[in-house]
């Protein structure tokens, strides 16, 4: 559930013996939208996008990544983005140096389709991802610093300002710990210059893997503006059984001229092979002011899709 390629290429670059060559991994990522109340043409449509990443750690301790949009095959797209490029230094013991684009440790939402949630995308990452929209997907481009501080992880970042001000930057500070075993939490905070956006977030999340009941996991996202956005939040409930799995996710935000969007999305996936996932789901949105939709991505209607993602 969580996003977290940084910490992933904390955790390669802190590896020893880490793999020098390069290693090739990637996804297909292939909708069939059954039902759209606000674009029924787009009934029975199929599409399909793909990410190919690369990523490699010489034995001297630094991380290269570079991952690969392929979007919208079917509907005229296909162009290809650079989603991420970074490298990640192992600059002493318990200390990364992380520079270049890459995936915003902020949130708690992944931004690929096999890690997501769900088909579609939660209110707090498509907050957070509409105050990058100068970048291709959540992602930020600058530098950060993460370290060991006693049981948690501190995260220091450096970045451009999120809604692409010139001559402005971002700060954000991040805080990871888990306290107990099966609990995560996390707390972000970030700048923004930039009016018109949340002009300064603050995100509380957590996820508990729920003791005594295996597969049943419990996870919560706030996020907090300064402007425009009051709070948006997320309530996630899953339970996952072999390959079967179910999904409850409840979403709200709240604007500061009184307005509220909200949306209920439940899924159920089936893992078909290793590699090869179908994911039902249907997402049911109201918003009192459609004009404040854009900050977040709240399904005004409702929408039913089948997705089918492969890995390699």
Known sequence: MKKKLLP?????????????????????????????????TTDGS?????????????????TVRVDVDFAGATAGGGDAMIE??????????GVTVIGGVFGNP?????????????TNGGIVGNALNGQTSNLDGNNLAGLAV????????????YVNELGGMA?????????????????DLELGFATQELAGGTEGVTDINASWAVPGVEGLSVAADILIGSEVLDTASELMINYNMDAFGVGV???DASYAVGDSNSRTTIHGSYMIASNLTAVLEIADGTVDNPGMSGIDGIAVDGVTTLELIATF
């Open 146 to 157: 993460a370290g060991d501080v006693g049981p948690a992880t501190v995260t220091v970042a």
């Open 84 to 93: 991420q490029a970074f490298f990640a230094w192992g600059a002493t013991e």
């Open 167 to 183: 001559e402005e930057n971002t700060f954000a500070l991040i805080v990871n710990g888990s306290p107990v075993e099966g609990l």
């Open 106 to 118: 902020i949130g708690m939402e992944c931004g690929d389709a096999p890690c997501m949630w769900g």
């Open 8 to 40: 992933l290429a904390i955790a390669a670059a802190m590896t020893p013996g880490f793999a020098a060559a390069a290693d090739v991994s990637g996804f297909v990522d292939v909708m069939y939208n059954i039902s759209s109340d606000s674009d029924p």
């Open 249 to 251: 996710r409840i979403e």
């Open 46 to 62: 199929f599409d399909a996008n793909a990410e190919v990443d690369f990523i490699a750690s010489p034995a001297d301790g630094v």
